[in-house]
C-alpha cells in the first residue's frame, strides 16, 4: 500500500509545530519537508541537536511520517557561485537526513533561467548544461551514497531533464542505486500531447516505473508546462496514473501539492476515492 502526504510549504509557517498542527487535521500522514517550515530557511548554515529533536519528535508525537526532505536549488544556474552555494546546501541536509528519519532528499535539475530554476529556457538542451547537471548530480550522489540517503530527481518541462527520456538517461549514465526518480504525472507531457494521455503516461512508467523513489500528485490544464492545479482540479487521469503507480509496485508516499490548506482535506479524499482498491 502506498500512502498520501502533502508538501510542508503550502501550509501555515508560523512555527515548525503550527505547521505539523495543520497538516496533521487534514488526515494526511505523510510529508515532503522543507526546512524553511521549521527554521526559515531551506538551507540553512547548521541545524542544532535541539532543533534536529524538535523536528523529529514533533513529526512522531503527530504520527507523520517524514517521507522527503526538499534539497532544491538550480543545478545549472548561470551564476556558477549561486550553483556552488547551493550544492553546499544540500550536501548539509543530505547529511542530516538520517537524523531526521529521511531517505529520500528531492532535487532540481534547474533552468539556465537566471531567475528562476523552474522556467523554460533554450539554454536547458545544450550539451554545457547537461555536462554542469552531470558534475551536480555526480557529487551530491557520493554523498548521498556516504550517508545511506536517496536522491530524488523530478522530471519536469521547465528543467534541463525536461522529459522521462532525459530523466531514464541520467540515471542510465550516473548509474548509482542512491538516484531515483520523482514521478509527477502532471509534469511529463510535451505540447501536443494530451490527447495522448494513456500512451504518455504508459511510456513514463515504462521507462522509470521501477526506480521511483516519492510520487507527486498535482494536476495540469494544457501540456507542455508543468501542472499547477490541485489534484482532480484538471485534466490528468488520475484513476490511470494511480493504477499505473500501483503496477509498477510503488509503495511510497504519493505527495499532494499546488493546492491550498483550505482544500487539503477534499483533495486527500479525492486522490483516495478514484484509487485502485486496497492502494491507499
Known amino acids: 500500500m502506498a500512502t498520501l502526504g502533502l508538501l510542508s510549504p503550502e501550509f ?4 515548525l509545530h503550527v505547521n505539523l498542527d495543520a497538516i496533521a487535521v487534514t488526515s494526511a500522514t505523510g510529508v515532503q519537508f522543507d526546512l524553511i517550515s ?3 530557511q531551506s538551507f540553512p548554515a547548521e541545524l ?7 523536528i523529529t519528535e514533533g513529526f512522531s508525537r503527530r504520527h ?3 517521507a522527503a526532505i526538499s534539497g532544491t536549488y538550480n543545478m545549472i544556474d548561470p551564476d556558477q557561485q549561486a550553483r556552488s552555494v547551493g550544492a553546499e ?3 548539509r541536509l543530505i547529511a542530516w537526513a538520517p537524523r531526521l528519519g529521511a ?3 528531492t532535487l532540481c535539475t534547474g533552468s539556465r533561467d537566471p531567475k528562476s530554476m523552474w522556467r523554460k529556457h533554450p539554454g536547458n538542451d545544450s550539451p554545457e548544461a547537461w555536462s554542469d547537471l552531470l558534475v551536480q548530480i555526480e557529487r551530491a550522489v557520493k554523498v548521498a551514497e556516504e550517508y545511506g540517503v536517496t536522491l530524488g530527481v523530478e522530471p519536469e518541462i521547465g528543467n534541463t531533464v525536461n522529459s522521462v527520456q532525459k530523466a531514464r538517461r541520467l540515471l542510465d549514465e550516473v548509474r548509482s542505486s542512491r538516484l531515483k526518480i520523482v514521478m509527477d504525472g502532471a509534469n511529463v507531457f510535451q505540447r501536443g500531447q494530451l490527447p495522448n494521455m494513456r500512451k504518455v503516461l504508459e511510456e513514463a512508467f ?3 516505473g521501477s526506480d521511483i523513489a516519492l510520487a507527486h500528485a498535482k494536476d495540469l490544464d494544457k501540456d507542455g508546462e508543468a501542472g499547477h492545479l490541485a489534484a482532480g482540479r484538471g485534466r490528468l487521469d488520475y ?3 494511480l493504477e499505473l503507480l500501483r503496477k509498477s509496485g510503488f509503495d511510497g508516499t504519493i505527495i499532494l501539492h499546488a493546492l491550498q490548506p483550505a482544500e487539503a482535506k477534499d483533495r486527500l479524499a479525492f486522490v483516495r476515492s478514484v484509487a485502485p482498491a486496497g492502494y491507499l
Not at 48 to 54: K, N, P
Open 89 to 91: 546546501g544540500l550536501y
Open 38 to 40: 521549521a527554521v526559515g
Open 103 to 105: 531517505e529520500v532528499v
Open 239 to 241: 484513476p490511470y496514473y
Open 64 to 66: 507523520l511520517k517524514l
Open 206 to 208: 515504462d521507462l522509470l
Open 12 to 15: 501555515p509557517a508560523v512555527s
Open 48 to 54: 542544532s541537536d535541539h532543533t534536529l529533536e524538535a
